[in-house]
């Protein structure tokens, strides 16, 4: 049984940064792949991307290629999403989790321990 925590939201204008940070409970956290998902009222959960258990690898939606990365320290059991470029319509909840099942995969049913969320407004 682990805990996930996602922090780091916040309001911000369009065109801005936010990094969102997820501290993780469960160990060995190095052994998992992890991702971010994203949720707005009314709208079913969104796949944001995922990052390799090492970090070598990253799969991002195309809605925020070339505007969000993300990484993870180990050893700190953190995993980061760099938001830049931000828009109104990236206005969510925002999620961090576990993959259980194949890499790839974006269907948030892959995925477990989710955390609370932390919100995220981008203002016109």
């Known amino acids: 049984q682990g805990q996930l925590v996602e922090s780091g939201g916040g309001l911000v204008q369009a065109g801005g940064s936010l990094r969102l940070s997820c501290v993780a409970s469960?160990?060995?956290?190095?052994?998992?792949?992890m991702g971010w998902f994203r949720q707005s009222p009314g709208k079913e959960r969104e796949f944001v991307g995922s990052?390799?258990?090492?970090?070598?690898?990253?799969s991002l939606a195309d809605s925020v290629k070339g505007r969000f990365t993300i990484s993870r320290d180990n050893a700190k059991k953190t995993m980061f999403l760099q938001m830049n470029r931000l828009k109104p319509e990236d206005t969510a909840v925002y999620y961090c989790?576990?993959?259980?099942?194949?890499?790839?995969?974006?269907?948030?049913?892959?995925?477990?321990?989710w955390g609370p969320g932390t919100q995220v407004t981008v203002s016109s």
């Open positions: 989790a576990v993959l259980r099942g194949n890499w790839g995969s974006r269907d948030p049913a892959s995925f477990a321990y």
């Open positions: 469960i160990t060995p956290f190095g052994d998992f792949n």
């Open positions: 990052i390799l258990w090492t970090g070598a690898a990253t």
